[in-house]
């Protein structure tokens, strides 16, 4: 049976940042449409703790300088994280791991 | 929330490796207040100056006397932000390529 | 050049006052007009040039004749040439 869908914004953004777990995060990705891996989770993982640890979210320079601190240079690239996230990559971390929409972002 | 559009024009600048200077003068100074209150978890909230940190912005200055005059005091020594006097700030403004401010 | 000091609000002339540089500038736009009316915000210790826009002292009805004399008025194009002159410059809301 497929579970409940999770409410979003118009943009597609969880409206209960309470409601996040992994099963929302499929489904979010889903609508994308994106299909999960460990690479994806990785980055999910960082703008999570980024966004507890901050309260900031990143435009797209700063995600990338961010990422490239936390994870090293191999990932912290436009083209490795434009590829992972289809081209719009803090938009859709931003929007999988259940955090509200950025700022610049349309 | 860390939402205003002058820090993260800075940080932007930041990410594309340009020297950034920052320096908090009158109400400004209040953004220095580390917010109280919140309860101590393994993942406790950060400030401002710990996301400027993140981003490599190590040149932190405050003025004296906008600190002096809202009985403030930079008693938290875990973050390098240093002080200046008001006579010093025309000085630094005059070192830089470009001014942000609002 | 030193510093062109944008004063757009009443209390910014008095927040850049000891804040300037020797070779800076002020200039007082919106509600910053004000300020170039005597009596308040005496501008003693300022040794540098003073502005005030000219098309926003007329938007607020303020009379030229009441700005003080230390203020030189400007109209657009010469608050143009000041940013040009002053490649930096600096807001005072």
């Known amino acids: 049976m497929k579970p409940s869908s999770p409410e979003t914004t118009e943009d597609g953004f969880l409206l209960e940042v309470g409601q996040w777990d992994e099963t929302v995060a499929h489904q979010l990705a889903e609508r994308i449409p994106l299909t999960l891996t460990e690479a994806h989770w990785e980055i999910i993982s960082f703008i999570r703790k980024y966004h507890a640890r901050f309260r900031h979210l990143p435009n797209n320079r700063m995600f990338v300088k961010a990422v490239e601190k936390a994870l090293g240079p191999d990932k912290g690239n436009s083209r490795y994280l434009n590829g992972l996230f289809a081209g719009s990559p803090v938009k859709y971390t931003c929007m999988v791991a259940g955090l509200p929409k950025p700022p610049g972002c349309i | 929330m860390i939402d205003s559009e002058l820090f993260d024009q800075m940080l932007t600048l930041a990410a594309f490796d340009q020297a950034i200077t920052v320096l908090f003068v009158d109400d400004g100074v209040y953004r220095l207040n580390r917010e109280t209150g919140e309860p101590v978890s393994t993942m406790e909230t950060a400030g401002l100056l710990e996301l400027l940190a993140f981003y490599d912005i190590e040149s932190v200055w405050v003025e004296e006397e906008s600190l002096v005059q809202r009985d403030m005091n930079l008693d938290d020594a875990r973050l390098s932000v240093r002080t200046m006097l008001r006579e010093d700030v025309a000085g630094l403004l005059a070192r830089h390529d470009v001014i942000l401010g609002d | ?93």
């Open chain 3, 1 to 93: 050049m030193g510093v062109l000091h944008l004063v757009n609000s009443t209390e910014g002339l008095g927040r850049c006052r000891d804040r300037l540089g020797p070779d800076d500038a002020v200039i007082l736009l919106e509600a910053g007009v004000y300020t170039a009316m005597a009596p308040s915000g005496k501008p003693e210790g300022m040794d540098v040039d003073l502005f005030v826009l000219q098309e926003h002292l007329s938007q607020r009805g303020i009379a030229r004749t009441r700005v003080r004399p230390a203020f030189t008025l400007i109209d657009f194009e010469g608050f143009v040439g000041l940013t040009v002159r002053h490649t930096r410059s600096v807001t005072w809301a």
